[in-house]
């Protein structure tokens, strides 16, 4: 396989530090990952002198967890069992998970929800005092804890930053970009730089000196014109890595959730999720109002219909959309019935009613948009990474739980559960204090406003349908893109230059899996081929080359 190599920036254009200050571990994003990870490093390291300091880039609850909707999954039900959430999960993945962290996240699975329970969480229960259990696409079993109704990653990120508040220990820098880590002679994690908006004393760029980060710093949503990621879901924390020397894996599988609300063609940015829990409380997609000949499409498509996992649904909404002509289906839940929709889904009635839509009366308009990221930085069982006292958790990483497309639910659950293993070992493996290094990788910067080009490129050519000829068009445009010097530093060039390595990377490990397989759809290679594309493909940067290696490895769903 011939693999391209791309230049771009080895480290991002910035001033040197004007302030520095120090810490034990940095844990870098607060949203369930990074807050578990501070939380719990706090439990495990010993008391007094070990410092945690959280840095997260705008306030801490502006993260992808607050607009979590549908839940948590964990085998908790009566009669549910680890082993078949294992199965649900590794069939979603299409074979290209890892069965031992698979193992890891559904057997530790009920005890960090537990944990989270015992931790304030609120989470719904049913009248006889039960913790209330739903469904989503791709599960076999009622296994999704939820909150709120639809606000279970609002309730989740309330319990933690109020219990972050009753840790005095664990300092918090808000409005903090992390631009890029300092390294050791050895390779290892020296620090990192940040850049802070305005608090006090540590306004501007800066440098933290410490003997470890976690990097929780979540997706790459962005990257699309359109995605459900709220603004700060930039990638910045797999670019940084990347730029360190950690792998980046699985980067071609992003996931597209497939009832996005469709808000028009010129919306762009976040937009409002639909629950696959609708579904899930019995709502089903529909091509036309049922009443004037609209027909329920994924009937027949797949055994569990309307439940079928996520990539199944978003490509037999996308095909329905290109056969009809139109720019979106249709999801029909009107049956509910306005009291279950203003209990169950109070948040969704709220905005989809804020878009001139009431899903008591009206079909919702829904097609798929950017969800998520089931790849990231490459890490072990214990959330290591190939630097040397860099950890990575939750989005930003791949744990080899979600393989080629996470399940439902499983996103929350893989930040609780593989924080809690990184504070386990970390403790253990605390660096020795080191000096930075000379850093020699070559700077670079591209301009904010290359941001909307490579969006839409991005969204055009490498997005749900992928082609050979589409994503050798989208890669022609970012090299362009790459060779465009900005002008001022600034945030918005720091993050669109990380934008852009990670399109960059995604684009050519979509461009070289000539399958479709999970999330990853190419018109021109409609099947899945084990025999050439079981494994992963993993990119590695020096100085700004990336290179991206194929891996294999047996695919795991048909073990
Ligand atoms: C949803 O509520 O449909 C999203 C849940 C998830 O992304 O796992």
Redesign the pocket.
Known sequence: MATPVRRLPGRLTAPDPGWTTTADVVVIGSGIAGLTAALRLREALPPGGVKVLVVTKDVLAAGSTQW???GIAAALGPGDTPAQHEVDTLVAGAGACDLDAVRVLVEEGPDAVRELIALGTNFDHSPDGELSLTR?GGHHRDRIAHAGGDATGAEIQRALIAAVERAPEIEVIQHALAVDLLLADDGGVAGVTLHVIGEGVRDGVGAVRCRAVVLASGGLGQVFSQTTNPAVSTGDGMALALRAGATLRDLEFVQF?PTVMYLGPDSRGQQP?I???VRGEGAFLVDGLPEEGGHRFMQGVHELADLAPRDVVAKAIMRRMIETGQPHMWLDARHLGADFWERRFPTILATARSHGVDPVTDLIPVAPAC??ASGGVRTDLWGRSDVPGLYATGEAACSGVHGANRL????LLEGLVFSRRIAQVLPGELREWAEPATDRRTAGLVPGRLRRDLQETMTAEVGVLRSATGLAGATAVLDKLAGVAAEVVDVESWETTNLLTISTALADAAALREETRGSHWREDFPERDDERFAGHFDVVMSDGETELVFVPSPATDTL
Do not use: F, I, P, R
């Open positions: 979590a909707q549908g989503e959730h999720l629950s696959e829990a969800h998520y439902a639910s499983n996103s």
